[in-house]
């Protein structure tokens, strides 16, 4: 069973600074393909940033490009994602997740990638 526990969600105001972090085992950041995922009410989940196993490369979308990274501390077993110069529109639930197969195509996060989420943290960001 993958356990992935977010957390670090708030209220910013735009142009602020945020970092999620998504608690889950040594053995799910080494063998899995890891991402964070948001959706916004009537919108699509939509995939911002992701990881190969062991983290070697990432993928980011062109939405969040130069704002957002991924980093890991593997002492404690956690993917974070370093959210900078947040706007309004990333307002949304942000989801941790973990799965196999292809964690990444040249321009997309494929959603069917992954099987296993957390329950997601809330970040508002108010203009």
């Known amino acids: 069973v993958v356990r992935l526990v977010e957390s670090g969600g708030g209220s910013v105001q735009a142009g602020g600074s945020l970092t999620l972090s998504c608690a889950t085992s040594e053995d799910t950041l080494r063998s899995m393909c890891m991402a964070w995922f948001r959706q916004a009410p009537g919108k699509e989940r939509e995939g911002v940033a992701a990881?190969?196993?062991?983290?070697?490369?990432?993928h980011y979308s062109d939405s969040v490009k130069d704002r957002f990274s991924l980093s890991r501390d593997s002492a404690k077993s956690t993917l974070y994602l370093h959210m900078n110069n947040l706007k309004p529109e990333d307002t949304a639930m942000y989801y941790c997740?973990?799965?196999?197969?292809?964690?990444?195509?040249?321009?997309?996060?494929?959603?069917?990638?992954?099987?296993?989420w957390g329950r997601g943290t809330q970040v508002t960001v108010s203009s």
């Open positions: 990881t190969l196993p062991g983290g070697s490369r990432t």
């Open positions: 997740a973990a799965g196999e197969d292809t964690c990444y195509y040249s321009n997309s996060i494929p959603l069917r990638t992954y099987y296993a």
